[in-house]
């Protein structure tokens, strides 16, 4: 039998499926968004799931539906890894195990996944397994010790893309070398993408408007890539600006902030968003797309 994970997106959420490569299971897996969850959810219990031995679910908030759709399932093997405040209210649950901190040091969904794994594969008892899901740790919850690693690792998942980065990693710690580590050539590559970065972050901030919108003063760029380290990097610089508005045409706008006074949940949330006090988003939606192409071309005809 095999068994299944579903879990998150980013390299919190990829992680626990390099975990599960490094048990030797055979397993099925869905990395999935957090909008998804009940739409995912609804489609699983409506199959045999008695195929899979273990049911494991990594760093998502489940919503009440999905915790009701569990326990009407009577399933007894699933359980439910989680660091998210939000989700305190199943804590009690008999299948999950969440926790913000782990005697007082922040947790993620790749730790508390990892210490229930290696108390069952022996296999994963290894110095350089540890280093990663503590640089995991590190980067999901921004307490840096080894800040370059951490931000390294994250870049590594974003220029392979989630199943190459699997593959490489998972591969990597198979051999069980005393510790983790980069290649020479990720080095190197490492090098060319911070340089990259630094120079889109000046000419981003090269390209910024100040505009007063509904009282906060916020500096508005438009963008698509390195959105946190874009917000963080503006907000830092102009501690003149209450927040950092990022607008992604083909998506969403981001909000951020490093002020302790606002709180863009708030603020995001008079623009049909929401979020957390430093990082929320809010829509771009296809109607806002249509009025800048109509603005800009003046005469236009939509096509099916
Ligand atoms: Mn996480």
Redesign the pocket.
């Known amino acids: 039998m095999k068994d299944l994970l579903i879990s998150?997106v980013d390299l919190?959420g990829v992680s626990p499926n390099v975990l599960m490569n490094l048990t030797g299971r055979k397993f099925d897996y869905k990395n999935i968004e957090i909008m998804d969850i009940d739409k995912t959810f609804d489609e699983l219990f409506k199959k045999d799931l008695s195929k899979y031995e273990n049911i494991y679910i990594c760093?998502l908030t489940l919503t009440e539906h999905a915790h009701d759709l569990i326990k009407n399932s009577n399933l007894n093997n699933i359980k439910v890894f989680d660091?998210h405040v939000s989700h305190y209210f199943a804590k009690d649950y008999d299948y999950t195990d969440i926790r913000v901190d782990i005697d007082g040091k922040k947790t993620?969904?790749t730790e508390l996944f990892y210490l229930y794994l290696k108390d069952k594969y022996k296999e994963l008892n290894h110095n350089d397994i540890k280093e990663y899901v503590e640089l995991v740790r590190q980067l999901?919850t921004y307490t840096f010790i080894d800040e370059e690693s951490a931000q390294n690792l994250n870049s590594l998942h974003d220029i392979l893309g989630h199943k190459e980065f699997v593959q490489t990693i998972s591969k990597r710690l198979k051999k069980n070398k005393k510790h983790f580590e980069f290649t020479q050539f990720e080095k190197r590559l490492f090098k060319i993408e911070r340089n990259k970065i630094n120079r889109y972050l000046l000419q981003k901030d090269s390209e910024m408007k100040v505009y007063t919108i509904h009282n906060k003063k916020c500096g508005v760029v438009f963008q698509e890539n390195n959105k946190s380290e874009t917000g963080n990097y503006l907000s830092t610089k102009h501690p003149e600006l209450d927040l950092i508005v990022l607008i992604d045409a083909s998506s969403r706008v981001s909000y951020r902030t490093t002020k302790e006074d606002v709180d863009l949940n708030e603020f995001a949330s008079l623009f049909g968003g929401g979020g957390h006090k430093k990082a929320a988003g809010s829509r771009f939606s296809d109607d806002d797309r249509k009025q800048i192409v109509e603005r800009y071309f003046k005469e236009i005809k939509i096509e099916e």
Do not use: E, L, R
């Open positions: 998150h919190d760093d660091h993620c969904g999901d």
